[in-house]
């Protein structure tokens, strides 16, 4: 069992940065990780996911080349820094684990069992 928790989000003008991050409770931190986002009247979408060592990540088209996902296992923490902001990234931002097996990454929301508490990112135009 783990517990996630977020810190970061807030408002930003377009064009700015922010970082989010997750920090996981639990002696390990075994599981590939995942951000989503989900903006008012739409789906949760995907964002970017990273493998349990850190050594495979993947990014949603939408905000590929703007968002960096990271992790560091020895806080327990993984990042998403997020730069040129759009308006478009409003969002709540939800960070999301899943127990690794292998060194492999997820994409889609039913592949996660652990949710953090999401947190606002308002980009203003």
């Known amino acids: 069992q783990v517990q996630l928790v977020q810190f970061g989000g807030g408002l930003v003008q377009a064009g700015g940065s922010l970082r989010l991050s997750c920090a996981a409770s639990?002696?390990?931190?075994?599981?590939?990780m995942g951000w989503f986002r989900q903006a008012p009247g739409k789906e949760r979408e995907f964002v970017a996911a990273?493998?349990?060592?850190?050594?495979?990540?993947y990014c949603a088209d939408s905000v590929k080349g703007r968002f960096t996902i990271s992790r560091d296992n020895a806080k327990k923490t993984v990042y998403l820094q997020m730069n040129s902001l759009k308006p478009e990234d409003t969002a709540v931002y939800y960070c999301?684990?899943?127990?690794?097996?292998?060194?492999?990454?997820?994409?889609?929301?039913?592949?996660?069992?652990?949710w953090g508490q999401g947190t606002q990112v308002t980009v203003s135009s």
């Open positions: 999301a684990g899943r127990l690794s097996i292998s060194d492999t990454i997820a994409a889609d929301t039913r592949d996660y069992g652990y």
């Open positions: 990273i493998s349990w060592s850190g050594g495979n990540t």
């Open positions: 639990g002696r390990s931190f075994n599981y590939a």
